[in-house]
Each structure stands twice: as structure tokens, then as C-alpha cells.
């Protein structure tokens, strides 16, 4: 079974220029999220989305960061423009959801961002 | 609120010396506990899991028991091989959802 898809994998822009990020989730699970992961810390999640609606999109930066996941499956982050305090891994990971009690969750390899 | 504190690191041992790294939270209601390892250059993968009090959660030769009495689940293994070298996150939920709430990571290096 394929694991969660991320690309791409690594990614140098300059700063106030556009990104994207694209995750495949895995095949059959509802719940996908976006995380931003800073050096020696945990992830900080940006947003979830059960199915195509975006349940939880509190910690997203509205301002610069989107975020689609238009037919439930496959999701794309953007940041426009991207600064230099956006430089980070980040995450995509996929559960089951619907409430299944103990569904973890599955990550993929992240895209690290560098911003110049 | 919720929370998650782990022991700060990095923790470095010699290979076969055992294993423990602390992990305490703070939750309302009933919180599912998880433990998550990041080796170098890959993305995290749950270690293992316990949903529920005195669970044990166990796999590649780690444990970590669901204490609510003492609000702990400590990591432990008997004898660490390198290959153990990662980072190490305690998380948890408490909701249908699944929202993780996470501990900052524990850096583990063995020496062989």
C-alpha cells in the first residue's frame, strides 16, 4: 500500500515569490492535514479537512496561505508571497477520520521550504 | 488546556543500554496517547499507541504504558541498537478528530 505522497521533496525560492505544495493522501482515508514543522520542534498544524471541507483552519495564515482540497483526495498548500520566517518542513498526513477511536495518523516525507 | 511535555535532548547512550524517555501531559477528558519517531531525513511514523488506561502500546521492541494516575507514558526499550537514532515525539488526543497535540521531540543518539 502506498504511504502518504508529498512533492516536492525540497524547495529554494526567494522571498515575497509564490510556492505550492502537493500531497496525495492515502487511498481511503478521509481526514488529510497540513503541518508546519520548525527545526527541533513538533508539528504545528495549519489545517484538516474531512473529505473537501476544511473542518479546522484555525492556525492557517489566511493572509498568505491557501489551502484546497477540491475533490477529497489530493490537497495543495500554497504561501503567496513566501517570507523568510516560512522557511520550515512541511507536512501532510492522512487518518482514517470519522471518528474511528485511535486512528492515527500517517505522514508523508513533508517538503522542506527555503526561503532566501 | 491540553499539553504534552517530553525530557529535553538529545539522550545518548551506548548501544544495548536501556532506553527510557519521560512524557507527561495535561488533558481534559479522555486523551488517546501516541508515540511518533522521526528518523533522519524521513517523515514521522507512529511508533505505537495506547487508547486507553493501563494500556500498553508496544512494537520494535519499545513499550510505553498509559498511566493516568501519574498522566505518563514514558518510552522505554531494553537494549537500543543505533539504528534507534531519531527523534522521538509524544502526542496526544481527545477528540473524535484526532487532533494531535504534541511534545517539542526528544533527540535519541546511540553510540555503538
Known amino acids: 500500500e502506498a504511504g502518504v505522497v508529498q512533492s516536492p521533496r525540497y524547495k529554494i525560492i526567494e522571498k515575497k515569490q509564490p510556492v505550492a505544495f502537493w500531497c496525495n493522501p492515502i487511498?481511503?482515508?478521509?481526514?488529510l492535514y497540513w503541518y508546519l514543522q520548525n527545526l527541533g520542534q513538533g508539528p504545528e498544524l495549519l489545517i484538516r479537512y474531512e473529505n473537501e471541507e476544511a473542518v479546522d483552519d484555525s492556525q492557517l495564515p489566511k493572509d498568505r496561505f491557501s489551502a484546497e482540497r477540491l475533490k477529497g483526495v489530493d490537497s495543495t498548500l500554497k504561501i503567496q508571497p513566501a517570507e523568510l520566517g516560512d522557511s520550515a518542513v512541511y507536512l501532510c498526513?492522512?487518518?482514517?477520520?470519522?471518528?474511528?477511536?485511535?486512528?492515527?495518523?500517517?505522514f508523508g516525507p513533508g517538503t522542506r521550504l527555503t526561503v532566501t | 488546556g491540553n499539553s504534552v511535555t517530553q525530557m529535553e535532548g538529545p539522550v545518548t547512550l551506548s548501544e544495548e543500554a536501556f532506553l527510557t524517555i519521560n512524557c507527561t501531559y495535561t488533558?481534559?477528558?479522555?486523551?488517546?496517547l501516541f508515540w511518533y519517531v522521526q528518523y533522519p531525513g524521513e517523515g514521522l511514523q507512529l511508533l505505537l499507541k495506547a487508547t486507553k488506561a493501563d494500556d500498553k502500546g508496544s512494537n520494535k521492541g519499545f513499550e510505553a504504558t498509559y498511566r493516568k494516575e501519574t498522566t505518563s507514558f514514558h518510552l522505554e526499550k531494553g537494549s537500543v541498537q543505533v539504528s534507534d537514532s531519531a527523534v522521538y515525539f509524544c502526542?496526544?488526543?481527545?477528540?473524535?478528530?484526532?487532533?494531535?497535540?504534541w511534545g517539542a521531540g526528544t533527540k535519541l543518539i546511540i553510540k555503538p
Open positions: 488533558a481534559t477528558g479522555y486523551p488517546s
Open positions: 498526513a492522512s487518518s482514517l477520520g470519522g471518528g474511528v477511536t485511535g486512528s492515527e495518523q500517517y
Open positions: 502526542a496526544l488526543s481527545v477528540d473524535s478528530n484526532y487532533q494531535l497535540i
Open positions: 487511498s481511503g482515508h478521509n481526514t
